[in-house]
């Protein structure tokens, strides 16, 4: 499992309802369901990994963020979780507030804009980034709105949304952001991940 | 066929049923038949529902029309369902022609065919009489109900009579209130075969209407892609058009064949009941409005499926299930199954269908043998 699923399993815990939005083939869903317990329900929109995910007795949907939230009550998850997705929506705003609606707290993971590599790509090639994290072309990415883990923050800062973690990876290396490092490891992870509520 | 139908597996029900319509049933007949052994725990067990024109021998040969099961793709040693493992049941629903309770069986109190006298019955009156099937059976829990179309409205209707009795629960391409757009097809169906002067008629059977009916239907069960790839406007005799009113596309020519085939096995009356069943059938209605209360309860795992080319329950009428189910925070799973054989999906080789329904009953199970040995 990968270090980012590490990091999200060791914040929830044990016998508690989670909704993995966007769960791709089910990682995380299987560990936090097979080693915690946990009673775990997913979201996903591509066909073949929702039915994945059922072969193996998971309980996912197939189905689309931007619109399939709506119908699940409010706080009826003591966890949501979206890891690195929240770019690729239409309106990321929106999906949020939904997450925070259902969710009685939400584990967001955002690819990190801010990465020295994607600025110097930018900078000294004046082209599109294109990283390990990154991998697409500007014309056929499916993140339409990168930002950096600063730009999280004063997002979440703006919309009086609570900060309850926030961590960061940094060459597989977790480590935690606070108020004296962000400008710091804005320039040096890879990944931000936060809890938020 | 009188004589064969005798000799067919049947459990008489010496309880009275209440059925919807406010009539009373006693001593009445449930044909079924079971494929597969039941276990020592007695946790093996699937009921399957079967849909409209369908009936208990949902695999093998069926002994009375000498036809394979209609469900012979998903239900056998080895395949999706397997009855190298599990223990299916499948019965005749109420209202049916093949052995249960119906307007083809004889009114005890007249010694006449039912036909039309026939209490009318609802998709709940089935559920309930296969019920007594597994009390009969002494099955206190069955691994899953599953079941497509109409079955898959039973499936509904199961879980919300008997929230405890099913680990997992599959409606396949069904919808949890019938459609104006359903309803009217049967209408259309249910008009052709009472327009056929022979449906009055003491001895004989209205074949016109009814084969006209199962044309009406089988169009409404492919999907247009499905009709373009098989026939498109391919003609018949190679040569070219007759100028008449004879079968000169392929098409009519197979609707024609399935209506022919279609009366040999099937009773009209039954036809009219149980489409007035599925008319009749509003999940929704029934607990005031609100769906999800009829799943409030449940703790079955439950496995949506619906597919990309039925129009006849698109895969819109299956989210409502889902989301009723999430919004009462029941646990289920959805997917849509690409396929361009429309509603027919379910019944056909559709591979990527039937191993989804073939994993997610086998991880159940293992759920079920891991929580007995903790």
Excluded at chain 2, 30 to 57: C, M, P, R, S, W
């Amino acid at each position: 499992m990968k270090k980012e699923f590490e990091v999200i399993s060791k914040i929830i815990e044990n016998n508690k309802r989670v909704l993995d939005v966007g769960c791709g083939d089910g990682t995380l869903m299987e560990y936090l369901k097979n080693n915690q317990q946990n009673d775990v329900r997913g979201l996903e929109p591509q066909k073949n990994l929702a039915q994945k995910c059922i072969s193996k007795g998971l309980s996912v949907i197939e189905g689309d963020a931007e619109k399939d939230l709506l119908q699940f009550p409010k706080k009826s998850f003591d966890y949501v979780v979206l890891s690195q997705t929240l770019q690729a929506f239409f309106e990321p705003e929106k999906v949020l507030d939904q997450l925070l609606r259902i969710g009685k707290q939400t584990i967001v993971s955002i690819p990190n804009f801010g990465y020295w590599k994607v600025r110097l790509h930018l900078l000294f090639k004046g082209t599109m980034p294109v990283t390990k994290n990154l991998p697409n072309e500007w014309y056929n990415t499916p993140n339409l709105h990168m930002c950096t883990i600063k730009d999280f923050v004063n997002f979440c800062n703006k919309k009086n949304i609570k900060i309850g973690k926030s961590m960061c990876l940094t060459n597989e290396k977790i480590s935690e952001i606070n108020k004296g490092n962000i400008g710091y490891k804005n320039v040096f992870s890879q990944l931000g991940i936060f809890l938020i509520e | 066929m009188s004589e064969e139908i005798k000799n067919i597996k049947k459990l008489i029900v010496n309880q009275a049923l209440e059925l919807d319509c406010g009539k009373i049933i006693k001593n009445f007949p449930v044909a079924y038949e079971t494929y597969g052994t039941l276990n020592k725990n007695k946790d093996n067990a699937i009921l399957a529902f079967h849909a409209l024109t369908g009936d208990q021998f949902c695999t093998n040969i069926n002994p009375i029309t000498k036809r394979e099961g209609w469900w012979k793709f998903a239900v056998g040693p080895g395949k999706a369902i397997d009855t190298n493992k599990y223990f299916v049941i499948c019965a005749n629903v109420l209202g049916g022609c093949m052995g249960s309770y119906g307007p083809k069986e004889i009114n005890p109190e007249t010694n006449k065919l039912f036909r039309t006298t026939f209490p009318v019955i609802t998709i709940r009156d089935m559920v309930k009489a296969q019920k007594y099937l597994l009390d009969y059976l002494n099955i206190k829990k069955l691994l899953s109900v599953v079941g497509g179309s109409m079955g898959g409205m039973q499936v509904l209707q199961f879980a919300a009579l008997y929230p405890n009795l099913a680990h997992s629960a599959i409606p396949i391409a069904c919808s949890a209130s019938h459609s104006a757009q359903n309803i009217a097809l049967n209408e259309l169906g249910r008009q052709a075969i009472m327009a056929d002067p022979n449906w009055k008629k003491e001895n004989s059977s209205p074949d016109k209407g009814l084969a006209v009916a199962r044309m009406a239907a089988h169009i409404t069960y492919l999907s247009k892609k499905g009709l373009e790839e098989k026939f498109g406007r391919k003609l018949q005799d190679k040569g070219s058009l007759k100028f008449s009113f004879d079968a000169d596309f392929q098409i009519e020519s197979y609707l024609r064949y399935q209506g022919a085939t279609f009366v040999d096995r099937f009773d009209a009356n039954s036809y009219l009941y149980i489409t007035r069943a599925m008319d009749y059938f509003d999940l929704e209605k029934q607990f005031k409005g609100n769906l999800s209360h009829a799943f409030r309860d449940n703790k079955s795992k439950f496995c949506v499926i619906s597919f990309s080319s039925d129009w006849l329950y698109p895969t819109i009428e299956n989210k409502e299930i889902v989301i009723a189910l999430n919004a009462c925070g029941a646990n289920v799973g959805f997917v849509e199954i690409n396929s361009d054989k429309g509603h027919d999906s379910f019944l056909l080789n559709v591979p990527e269908f039937l191993r989804t329904i073939s994993e997610f009953i086998s991880s159940t199970h293992n759920e079920i043998k891991n929580e007995k040995r903790i």
